[in-house]
């Protein structure tokens, strides 16, 4: 058969459903390929969106997403979303095109060295240099990417190869299980508990998985220890319950450090040092608090990380042996935690009715719960609204906070959305964006209308780099190079074959965002915010009301 014919077997050997992105000339052989296959061709208007899609249904699924695209410019423009999935632990794998490896006629056009470019951002990188050896690089490149730590992975496939006549199979994927924890591990942790007087759970991202939201749970209840979720460890235990000690948005200062602080243990469960560390470590000080890696591979050391003891291994086994060898201890007290989380909650309170308009961030978020379902999913982009949410936001299943707080790039909410709503058809989606990061991938719009998706999606109107100027302004520095001019966004969505709509007054977003989630098509909302109160709140109210907060 053709190599590209073998190149797409390949992919459906892997259960791959979907191919996001944009084919080039050195793709058109790829191209006939996929046509004649089962697997969607998901067509984008940018690589970035195409790569933003592709990481997102990795993370959802646990499958690698796969993207396209030509040689040159267009293999760059995915150099984003190769790093935001490597940094994520987000499975994907991308297949780019390249000239002739064999003769070449065009000289160096466009011609940039594609494999070194991708080495030190995917866990693996090869060009494909003879047909016969399509089904090992491709059974590889999807084996490494969900391998844990799951990443990305990229093969290039030059034009010349993918016209090439071969006789090969594709390799069947084996059956494979993660390891346990060794005994002795979980006996030191299990002590380790024991001798503890207030352990708290911290909850990261790798924790953000069903069979591994499902011991947490169980441990929890049965335990009673208080725990703590990193941002992209968001609802893997519904946010609700009564020993969520709030979420790690803020840097220093808000009320769960004050319970890290307390803490003379912590179970550090699936986080690891590329998400903006929730506590900070320090050598040379004698702190007779211990911190235990759990997680499937062992810690990354920083020099604000470096646990004290680990259990490598499955998740959800480590919390299931943990949670078989321990009884709640008489002498656990986590009364001054859960007195913190009684303060954070009454502050999360402050603002979820304020009715001044333009919105503040705490009211939209509140908004935003009232209307969304518990299964029901948002999207975030990168911007201040996400420390709002992240800290204001009861997550209440795991997966339905899609944010990014590893390479936190601006452009993916909207293709995040996107596939979320590919992989949960059946689930209400939201994509949440700034109006800075909205813009940097606003032409997939014209890709969601095409695949007559139903989203809502929420921008958030300030007209300027709000995160950035927040910083500015904690600073102390002058108000300078971070103001911008919008479309008219409502006319903008119209242009696509979206609906668009702009809320003006407090009183109407709750029945737009309704009337939106429930009827088909692509929906856009212009919600004008006040991000005035940020620096004041976040910088000076917080902090100061958490250090208030006395012990009994």
Same mark, same amino acid.
């Given at each position: 058969m053709k190599a590209s014919d073998l190149f797409v077997k390949a992919l459906e050997n892997e259960g791959v459903e979907y191919v996001f992105g944009i084919p080039g000339e050195e793709n058109l052989d790829l191209l006939e390929s996929l046509s004649k296959s089962n697997i969607e061709l998901i067509l984008t208007r940018h690589e970035q969106g195409a790569g933003f899609m592709a990481a997102t249904y990795g993370r959802l699924?646990?499958?690698?997403?796969?993207?396209?695209?030509?040689? $040159?410019?267009? /293999?760059?423009?995915?150099? %984003?979303?190769?790093?935001?999935?490597?940094?994520?632990a987000m499975p994907m794998v991308v297949i780019t095109g390249q000239k002739p490896i064999k003769e070449r006629h065009q000289g160096q056009f466009q011609i940039i060295d594609v494999v070194d470019m991708m080495t030190p951002i995917t866990k693996y990188t090869q060009p494909i240099i003879s047909a016969s050896s399509i089904p090992s690089h491709v059974r590889e490149a999807f084996r490494r990417a969900e391998d844990e730590r799951p990443g990305a992975s990229h093969l290039e496939l030059s034009d010349d190869i993918a016209r090439e006549e071969v006789n090969a199979n594709p390799i069947t994927p084996?059956?494979?299980?993660?390891?346990i924890t060794e005994h002795k591990a979980v006996r030191h942790v299990l002590q380790l508990l024991k001798d503890a007087k207030h352990p708290?759970?911290?909850? $990261?991202?790798? /924790?953000?998985?069903?069979? %591994?939201?499902?011991m947490l749970r169980a441990f929890v209840d049965k335990t009673g220890i208080p725990f703590i979720t990193t941002q992209m460890g968001k609802g893997v235990i519904n946010e609700d319950h009564p020993r969520w000690l709030g979420n790690a948005a803020v840097s220093d200062g808000d009320y769960p450090h004050r319970a890290i602080e307390k803490a003379d243990l912590i179970l550090n469960v699936g986080h690891d040092v590329v998400e903006k560390p929730p506590f900070m470590m320090k050598t040379g000080v004698n702190d007779e608090r211990k911190v235990v890696h759990i997680n499937f591979q062992g810690a990354q050391v920083d020099s604000v990380y470096f646990p004290h003891a680990s259990m490598i291994g499955d998740i959800g086994n480590s919390i299931w042996q943990l949670k078989e060898g321990i009884e709640p201890q008489e002498h656990w007290d986590f009364d001054f935690m859960l007195k913190v989380r009684d303060h954070m909650?009454?502050?999360?309170?402050?603002?979820?009715?304020?009715?001044?308009?333009?919105?503040?961030?705490q009211r939209l978020v509140e908004d935003v719960r009232e209307v969304m379902p518990d299964d029901g999913v948002i999207a975030l982009d990168n911007g201040i609204y996400k420390?709002?949410?992240?800290?204001?936001?009861?997550?209440?299943?795991?997966n339905t906070v899609l944010l990014d707080n590893a390479l936190a790039s601006m452009g993916a909410g909207l293709p995040s959305a996107m596939a979320a709503k590919l992989v949960n058809p059946e689930k209400k989606v939201m994509a949440i964006c700034g109006d800075g990061g909205f813009m940097m991938n606003s032409q997939e719009l014209e890709t969601a209308v095409r695949m007559n998706l139903d989203i809502v999606i929420v921008i958030l109107n300030d007209s300027g780099y709000g995160m950035i100027k927040w910083k500015q302004q904690h600073m102390g520095l002058s108000d300078y190079g971070l103001d911008f001019?919008?479309?008219?966004?409502?006319?903008?969505?119209?242009?696509?074959?979206?609906?668009?709509?702009r809320v003006d007054s407090i009183d109407n977003l709750i029945p737009m965002m309704k009337e939106c989630l429930n009827k088909p098509g692509v929906h856009l909302i212009d919600v004008p915010m006040d991000y005035s109160q940020n620096d004041r709140l976040l910088n000076e109210e917080i902090p100061e009301r958490s250090r208030a907060i006395k012990a009994y």
């Open positions: 699924t646990g499958k690698p997403g796969v993207c396209l695209s030509t040689l $040159g410019p267009g /293999a760059t423009n995915l150099v %984003t979303p190769v790093a935001y999935a490597q940094l994520g084996s059956f494979s299980r993660r390891p708290v759970l911290l909850i $990261g991202a790798a /924790a953000n998985r069903k069979i %591994t939201a499902k909650r009454d502050h999360t309170d402050e603002g979820a009715d304020d009715s001044r308009f333009p919105i503040l961030p420390i709002w949410f992240a800290r204001n936001y009861p997550a209440r299943e795991p001019n919008n479309p008219d966004f409502v006319k903008y969505a119209e242009s696509y074959g979206a609906k668009g709509y």
